[in-house]
């Protein structure tokens, strides 16, 4: 059984539509929705993304994709890793 991990760090421009089920969802520049699991620490501490404070506001966002390959199941993690507000 092989294991295959990989990260790629991304940049977008978005929309912050909410905290969708517990996770902070953006709409990226290409339309594409992002719920993201997984968020920086400094992120938490710097934009409540749980109030409707930011709702609807554009950002620049850094993040990264996780590709984890565990037990022949391939899965996908998004990290929020930075946030500027436009």
Same mark, same amino acid.
């Given at each position: 059984?092989?294991?295959?991990?990989?990260?790629?760090? /991304?940049? !977008?421009?978005?929309?912050?539509?909410?905290?969708?089920?517990? =996770?902070?969802t953006f709409q990226l520049e290409n339309n594409e929705i992002i719920y993201f699991e997984q968020i920086n620490k400094k992120i938490e501490h710097h934009y409540? /993304?749980? !109030?409707?404070?930011?709702?609807?506001?554009?950002?620049?966002? =850094?993040?990264?994709?996780?590709?984890?390959?565990?037990?022949?199941?391939?899965?996908?993690?998004?990290?929020?890793?930075?946030?500027?507000?436009?």
């Amino acid at each position: 059984m092989k294991y295959f991990n990989s990260n790629q760090s /991304l940049y !977008s421009k978005g929309i912050f539509i909410g905290c969708i089920e517990g =996770y902070a969802t953006f709409q990226l520049e290409n339309n594409e929705i992002i719920y993201f699991e997984q968020i920086n620490k400094k992120i938490e501490h710097h934009y409540d /993304l749980k !109030s409707n404070r930011y709702k609807n506001k554009s950002f620049d966002i =850094y993040y990264t994709e996780i590709f984890d390959d565990l037990d022949e199941e391939e899965f996908i993690i998004f990290r929020l890793d930075d946030l500027k507000l436009l």
